[in-house]
Each structure stands twice: as C-alpha cells, then as structure tokens.
C-alpha cells in the first residue's frame, strides 16, 4: 500500500489489559471484532493504545498480537513512536517484518528538540523500512511540533503521511500547502472533533479515539459525508462532539474502558496509573450516553 491509499475510519486502537497489568488477549480479541465491520483501518499502540506505557517487548508482542488477529481485515498502521530514534527504528523495523501496512510515529518527546533533530529523526524511520511512514504531530503531547517547513523538508525527502492531532485547522491547511507538490501526500486528521471540517479541506482519513467506543457513528459520520449527505454529516458532527464531551468526564481511556462495559465488550483494565473509574463517574457517564440516546 501507498500511503495515499491509508483513508475512512481508522480508529487508534485501545489496549486491554488485565488487572496486573498484562495484554487482556482475548479482550484484544474481542475489541477489534467490535471494530473491524465499521472501519477502515486501524492505528494501534499509540496514545489511546497506551504504548508509551509499555515496554518495547510489549509492544512489540501487542503489534503481533494485532497484525495477527486482523489477517488483512483492514489495514494497519503500527504506532512505532519513542523518546528516541534507535528504538523507534527497531519497533518500526519489527512491524515491518511482521506485516504491517504501515507505521506511524509521535515526535520524540519530553526533551525539546530542533527542527534539524526532527527531521534527523524521521529521515532515520524513513530509511529504515520499506513501508509508509506517517509523522504523528500531537504537539500537547510531545512538546516538539512538526513545523510546516519541516514537513515541506521531509516530503521532498520521501515521507508521504502525516497524522495531525494538533486540533487546529489553520495548521491542517497549512500542511496541505506545505505538501502541495506530492500529489501522493495523506495529511490524515487525528481526531473526530473536526472531522467535518478537516474532509472539506481535503481529508481522506481521520483517526478517531471514539472509534473504539462507537464505531459505528463514527463510519456513518464519514459515510454520509462521501456520499454527499453533508448537511446529514454535519448533524452526526454533532452527535459526535456531545460524545467526546462525554468521554471527557474523567481521564479518557478509562472512561472509555467503562464504556465499552456498557455496550457489552470486555475490554479488560486500563493500565496503571491510569485506574477504572469510580462507580459514581460510571452512573454519570452511563446517564449522559442515556440521554444522547446511545446506550
């Protein structure tokens, strides 16, 4: 696959685990059924995968785990990303070898960086497989953003993906002009907040969190908008911004874990620190979902 061929609903998949801590396999297992029919990829071991929490044996087994199971149901996108470049390029080098369609990759975080160690970083992933590379821009997260100038750079190096979760539609747009050349580019966006707005400005993917939890409305969401339904879309728009302010009413990938439990899928624990939330923020979240008529 061509970078460009990456598009639709492509949830970053969630990580079961058990109460002590260990991949919850058959809550893995489970979780990607629930998914699979709706979408059309999927990004694990990233953010909402808890990968950071991880160690790289277990990510790695993870990404086995995942490619395994998936047998070509839909694409894959391994989240690769680290605090550094060596074991970035080995978790990317491991998804290589065992299938994945692709990888993607956070900046490297906690310690600000250049824009030269950036790009020293990325050309070092690039060079390293022979499958599509996707920069992961999630500057709250990482502290280190992809300038535009830089992704300019990059392009012209070869990369062809970037996801973008920096929430900010003027820096999307400016993306696109950055990249305006490679005609092969995907600037997918990173969340369903602005998925509407995103598509108009030339989106053909979106990872979206809530893709875990109603895969579903998300697909509907970009369904309608494809097949020219925009004013239905922009309605779905709505739905899905009250249900993220739903999964914002305690830490989210444990609210979502709870919500998962509410639809009937076993999903396991949260890894610590993350905690289960309490039975009280349970009846709330439950309440809420109730009355946006989605439980």
Do not use: W
């Not at 400016?174 to 490679?182: F, G, R």
Request: glycine share 8%.
């Amino acid at each position: 696959m061509k970078a460009i061929d990456f598009k639709g609903i492509i949830p970053p998949l969630m990580t079961p685990f058990t109460e002590t801590g260990e991949i919850y396999e058959d809550g893995l297992k489970r979780l990607i059924d629930f998914v699979v029919p709706y979408v059309q990829g999927l990004y694990p071991v990233g953010t909402y995968g808890s990968g950071p929490l991880m160690s790289i044996q277990e990510r790695k087994k993870a990404a086995e785990l995942i490619i395994e199971y998936v047998n070509g149901r839909v694409p894959v996108i391994i989240h690769v990303g680290t605090a550094d470049t060596n074991t970035t390029v080995e978790l990317a080098k491991h998804a290589e070898s065992i299938g994945a369609d692709a990888v993607g990759a956070i900046a490297p975080y906690y310690n600000p960086l250049t824009d030269d160690s950036i790009f020293e970083h990325f050309r070092c992933l690039i060079d390293a497989v022979n499958i599509p590379v996707f920069v992961y821009n999630n500057p709250s997260i990482s502290g280190n953003p992809i300038k535009p100038e830089v992704l300019k750079k990059l392009a012209d190096y070869g990369l062809r993906g970037i996801k973008d979760s920096s929430f900010d539609l003027v820096n999307y747009y400016n993306y696109k002009l950055a990249v305006e050349d490679y005609q092969d580019f995907n600037v997918i966006i990173g969340t369903e907040a602005i998925f509407y707005a995103a598509f108009e400005a030339g989106a053909i993917g979106a990872v979206t969190g809530l893709g875990n939890i109603f895969p579903e409305l998300l697909n509907k969401m970009y369904l309608e908008y494809i097949n020219g339904k925009k004013e239905e879309a922009k309605k779905t728009q709505e739905l899905v911004l009250k249900l993220r302010s739903v999964t914002k009413l305690g830490p989210t990938v444990p609210v979502m874990h709870a919500i998962l439990e509410m639809r009937g899928i076993d999903s396991g624990y949260p890894r610590k620190p993350f905690l289960p939330i309490s039975e009280e923020l349970k009846v709330k979240v439950k309440s809420s979902l109730e009355e946006l008529k989605l439980l």
